[in-house]
């Protein structure tokens, strides 16, 4: 046996037995932790689950930045993942619980055989009995019925300035609305909407978004639905993005579904008009109908395919044409080493009779290590066969090809190091950008309260130039975050070029969990040009400040 041999074959067997020791759970009664890596309209998946001391029908604190931000009760539960209902769960928040006991192995005890006297009896009973019906027995509905309110309010103002060049000023104010409210008639009845009020009375029309009118409402929700998480039947009526439909419009109608094989399966169908896509005023220029089908069933204990479809026909604004589209989209979640996604859309217009590619992307990231992440993705649009805003002042969009690669990787506790690179092309004038470059992060400065990042980007192809950054990150407290940008941009345009200098600083203060503050400023600066016809851009400067109230 060769010198190698002699030390693999050890190593062999002391890997095999370490890969077949399961890791030990938390002690019992102990706080475990867990976080939302993916959210639907009816469920949060977590990355932890029966082994980590997680139990069906347990209510868990929801955790966003430190504080609670309210419940998430688990309604599915594997070894290694779960699912939970909760209406303020989002990506990136985390789960806290106390660990449950394991349940301890049932002693076993082998029963005394009866006598045969005693079998033979029993199976003379077993033969004259007659055949029990069974009844099936109803699936227990997730969500009670009861009356309700939950909701979030915020309010914005903005103010900024030109200065340099056709000096001015501005101000805007903004406000956001949000309420779903239970209504205990059945389970999962329930109505919500939300809604944003811009003022601009004190701008001048021309530097309005919607020069004619002083305040612009915007409503993206106003809808009455049935959702009890796991009956049957899902309906909505009112005005509603389609749930489950990948690529669908916000839309003023109605839509129907129904789950089978206990809620794995959803299959529905919509109808409506499509409202203005710029004012969101309803409108009936645009009729749309669609079917939608969508599959949330985990394939093992550590992996997830959430795949949707949809097909639609959609009226052109004189209502003399349609299109036909159909979309699909899935989704794979392997724990935390891999989530990969991917859609692509196509569709036929019925004056051309041609079918065609509309769109397609594709996203992958991947954490081999638990130090190394590695994510990419690809998106491609096509001229569109029908235009939405079709404007003279609007520009039709003539598709492209966009690319990007991201990679990073965490040294040490105190070093991630970190690459980026990218390339798009135009699909009418051939043209290519590209952009590449290093960025390096330091998360434990000052005492372990914040962090220091610093990154350069190359510019290349149709837009040559270079940006770099340096930012600081500071939080004091959970109640407390603090960051700061300082920026460079250099740009070599054809006839404008362009440098500029730029400073970033931000706030976030979630006081308490329904009192949340936050403001933001920025100041561009421009600098000496690098050629003879610069690029005429003012010194900007701007605020915003806020605070967001949620019940």
Known sequence: MSARARWQSPALVVVAMALTVPAPAAAAGARGSAKIGYVTSTAAFLDAGAHDGLTAGASVDLVRRKVKVGTCVITQLAAHHATCTSERAAVGDRVSFVVAPAAAPPELRRPALPAPAALEAKRRLVEQAAAPKIASPRARRAVAADWSLRGTAGVRQQAWATLGHDDAAFTRTILDGAVRVGLGLTPGLAAGGSMRLVA???????????????????????????????????????????????????????????????????????????????????????????????LDTPLGADVLVLPRARVALLSSPDLASLRAEAEAQAQLLWGTALAAGGSVRAGLDARTVTPGLDAARVDVDVRPLEQVRVGGGY???????????ERDAVPALVGAHHGELVASWATTPWLSLGARAGLAADLEGEELRGWAGPELRLPELWWGLGGLGVGYTEELGLFPGRNAFVQVDVMPSSLLALWSRVAYLESEGTSEPLREGAVFAGLDAPLLPWLALRARAHAALTLPALGKNPRATPTTVAAEGGAVVSW
């Open 379 to 389: 998106r491609f649009v096509a001229p569109l066969a029908q235009d939405f805003d």
């Open 200 to 294: 601009d009375e004190l701008q001048p029309a021309a530097a309005r978004f919607r020069p004619g009118e002083p305040a612009e409402l915007y409503v993206w929700e106003a809808s009455l639905g049935l959702d009890d998480g796991r009956g049957p039947l899902v309906a909505r009526v009112g005005r509603f993005l389609p749930r489950k439909a990948p690529g669908a419009t916000l839309l003023d109608g109605a839509q129907a579904g129904v789950r089978v094989f206990g809620g794995a399966l959803e299959l529905g169908a919509y109808a409506g008009a499509v409202p203005d896509l710029v004012t969101l005023l309803p409108s009936l220029d645009r009729l749309t109908a669609g079917v939608q089908l969508a």
